[in-house]
Structures are given as C-alpha cells and as structure tokens.
C-alpha cells in the first residue's frame, strides 16, 4: 500500500467507486530516464537513480486456457490457481516473480474421488464439470487451495506448508460455489454464491459450518436477467472487508468487475461496478480473478477473458487505491477511500528475479525423461497400467471398446496458445488391432484428428471431424508422421497434414474450432489412441514437435 494511504482504508466510511477507462495519456516521463532492456514477453525499465526494475506487460500476459485465475503473493513470489475442469493430474498453481512470466509450479491432486465420470467409465464422463475457480491463500506458514467441485457436489480443502507439497485432502461440508477463503485473525469464513453471495463462517477444523457461526447474505444480484454476481474474491485490507465480484450488464452481454466494502462483517456491503472495460479485439469484459498486493506496495488484479476457441486467457489490471474529500459527511468521515481498476493493455510491475529462465507452459517431448512433462495433462483420470512413458516414446494401450475420442481413456494433452500452434508426431502402428484409431488430436468439445488406423490388415492415414471420417488415404506400413495447425483469434481453425515422399500433404479440409460450454476449455493438442472393434491394441507416439 502506498505510504500516502497508510491507515486509511480503516478510516473510510463511505465508497465511491468509477469507472475509469484506458488513460491513453499515461505519463512516461519516469520512462524517459530509463533504461530499456528486452525481458521475455515484457520490457524492464532500470532507474538510474534507485536502480528499481520495473516490467513492463502487455495483455493478455498468457495466451493460454488459465480461466478463474485467483493469485496471492507469498514466500518471495505470486501464485497462481486456475480451473482445471476434468483434467488430471489437477488444481494447477503457476508461479511468478512479475507477474508477466509465469511458469508450472505444482499440481495439488492426482485424483480426487476416483467416480466412474472421473475415470470415463461405463460410458459416464465430467466434460464441462470438474474442478471451478479454486481459492488459493496462505495463512500463518501454510497453504490453503479449496473449490466446489460440480460432478460430486462436494467442497474440496486442500493444505501444504509447501506450494510443490505433498498436499493433504479433505471435504467441507456444504458446497461452496465460486467460494473465496477469509482468514481473519482466528476465524475462517467461506464467501460463495451466484446471484446471491453468502458468507458462512466455518468450524474451526475447517470442516464445516460453524454451529451458530456467522452466515448470513452479503450481495443480491438475483434479478439480473443475464449474469448475476458470482466469482467471489473477499479480502481483509487496513482493517475493511473488500468483496470483488463479476456480473453482466443488464442490458447485453458484457462482464464487469464490482468491487463493495464494509468495516464488519455485519455491515452492509456498499458499492459497485468498477471496471467495465474491454481490450480492442474482445468485446465481452473481464471476468472474475484475484487481487493481490506485491512487496513493492503496488496493486494488481489477475482476471481472464474469453477468447474464442483457444480459452479464457488471463489478463492483469492495475488497482489504485485512492482518497477523496466526501460530498457529504453522513458517515462521519473526514475522507473516503475508493478503489480503481485501471484496464491498460500494458501495465507495470516490479521484477523480483530478473533474469530468471522461467520452465515452459508447453513444449516439445522426446518422451526420454522417466517422469510425464509438467505441461501434460490426461483428460480425465488416466488408467496408467495402460500407458508407458519414457525411453524415448508415449504408449497407449487400449483396453476397451470406445465409439469416439471423447470416449477414449488416457488422452494426453497440453494446451494451445495465441495466436498459432502447430504440434506434429510421429505414430507407430504397428501393434494397431483392426478397428483402431490413434492420432493428433485439435481437442476440445468441436474436435478433430489426424492419424492413423488399421483395416483388413492395411493402415491409411486419416483426418476426422469429430466421428466422421472426412478423408482416408492407404499408406504403405503402420508408420506415420503427422501435422496439426490451429490458428486462433479472428479464424478459430485448425488444418491437418501428413508427411509422405519428405513432404507435407495437406488431408481433410480446414475445420472451424469453438469453445463451447460442453467441455467449457480451450482447444489442446491430445495424443490418442482408441478401439471400436477388438480392445487390446497399442499406438507409440515419438518425437512430438510444437512451437
């Protein structure tokens, strides 16, 4: 917090809360005595005079499928949570020390009940269900990440004393929707809700309500006839209670952030929308994120916005806290104290590790390590006695019958990113029984493949719109290497190709992507392999490629 405003954010009795748009006026002139060096996918900016770095980002910092993003700053650097939905391992944290690079730190659970839509069994799966907009805080030395979880209808608490783990487990009686953790002093509270937002005060086990606990409701927005309030994120800041929520407009299809205030839990929250603004090429808002203070005093919020097929990506919002003379003094303060969202496509912060080689959110694999890449993930929970990874190839082992790639146990995957990805593989068919499918996968809900299958004993090279096959050419063995492109942002496309004579072919024609609230994330590449005839058959992946 800024040394001007040391103490009063706990004198404020009243809130006025503006909207402020992108100030194309932003004073550089701290700019032009510095020193400008290239960082990553920022700038940094070194004062002569105090020798501060400062990084500057643009937005979206991550082109990536990180939706409900919720950060906190602790032990040296920001941590970041995100929705992982049905894939496994799950409750991914990033970690960064800028707020613009940002790198795998942890995932907090391999599995969570092991249900047969977990495991994509007897036909049952989680698409567009699983593990929502988690809380990630830190209080007296240990680590908390809870969310609801919308297959089981069960809250999830997970604790550490560090964020790589081990992590233990337990249930929170009651499910929480869109919850946010308050630790303040030695009583826990849950905010939660959609339309309405409650407030409920756990046992002090964390294992449930507390009997005669606080629980009361905090924010109605039940009448909005498009999006009410939910993506809670509740603070405790100079001694005031801050809630930060989204809703729609009203009137048409637009997020906007709201930001209401109290001095005790009991009182009535006061306040409203605070950053209705939209980047150029994106006209539906900001959505819910966290906001989080660096050890330099400065204010950012973490929030996301849709974008298209490739996901709901996260952006970062300068937050200014601000004070001014009261028009009327009905509270019985001198000043009030208001928040700003400041929505900039470039902000700044403060580099805390410069020169940092941050790991990558995805990348190639020769499938030489022992140990599955972090930038994997299976949909959904993986039966791992079918699958060999390692010694320099991926092996998928069918063990049941599957009518299509949604069906299909042990998919790998890793996401895509803006504003092109091209991944190619190499496959080897050669343990394919008749009826089998493996391939390179575009996938999400609106998915299609290339690849290879077996019939009659002769291989052809394939590519499918979802289940329909749309062309298949006869090659010569079970060997093949093929190519996937998706192209995001004004086409939200993908091609395929196969190599044949050293060259790359063209095969199936270019298919549309879209998000859609069926699987409810961005589009991935996915490793696959799956039987419609006889179960048993086995495809090896080598050498994938992307950029």
Known sequence: MPDKLTGTLAQAGVIDLALLLYDNERNSSNLSEAKELVFGAGVIFMSETTKQQTVLGTNPIIGMDFPDPDVIFADGCFYMVSTTMHFFPGGEILRSYDLVHWEHAAYIYDELEGTKGQKLEDGENIYGKGMWAACIRQHKGQFYVAFSCNDTNKTYLFRSEKIEGPWTRSIVEGWYYDLSMLFDEDRVYMVHGHKEIFITELAPDLSGPKEGGLHRLLLSDKDNPVLGLEGSHIYKINGEYWLFNIHSLATEWRRVETAYHARKLEDEFVGGDVLNFALDDRPDGFAQGGVVEGPDGSWHAVLFRDNGAVGRIPVVVDVKWETEETVAAEAGAAKSTRVVFTAAKEFETTDFRPGYEYAPLYGSDDFTSP?????????????????????????????????????????????????????????????????????????????????????????????????????????????????????????????????????????????????????????????????????????????????
């Open 371 to 547: 140990e599955i890449k972090n930038f994997w993930q299976f949909n959904h929970q993986p039966d791992l006695n079918l699958v060999k990874y390692g010694e320099g190839s991926f092996k998928i082992t069918t063990g049941r019958i599957s009518k299509d790639l949604e069906n299909a146990k042990n998919t790998l995957t890793q996401r895509m990113h803006l504003p092109m990805s091209t991944g190619e593989v190499s496959i080897d068919g050669t343990e394919l029984h008749d009826g089998d499918i493996a391939g390179l996968a575009a996938f999400q809900g609106q998915y299609c493949f290339v690849g290879i299958t077996k019939e009659d004993g002769k291989y052809y090279a394939v590519m499918a719109e979802r289940t329909e096959i749309k062309e298949k050419t006869e090659i010569e063995g079970p060997l093949l290497r093929v190519k996937l492109q998706a192209e995001f942002g004004e086409k939200d496309q993908a091609k395929c190709f196969w190599r044949r004579n050293g060259e790359w072919e063209s095969i199936g024609p270019v298919h549309p992507l879209q998000f859609k609230l069926d699987h409810f994330t961005g589009c991935r590449f996915g490793l696959f392999c799956y039987s419609t005839k006889t179960c048993g058959g086995t495809a090896e992946f080598t050498d994938f490629v992307c950029d």
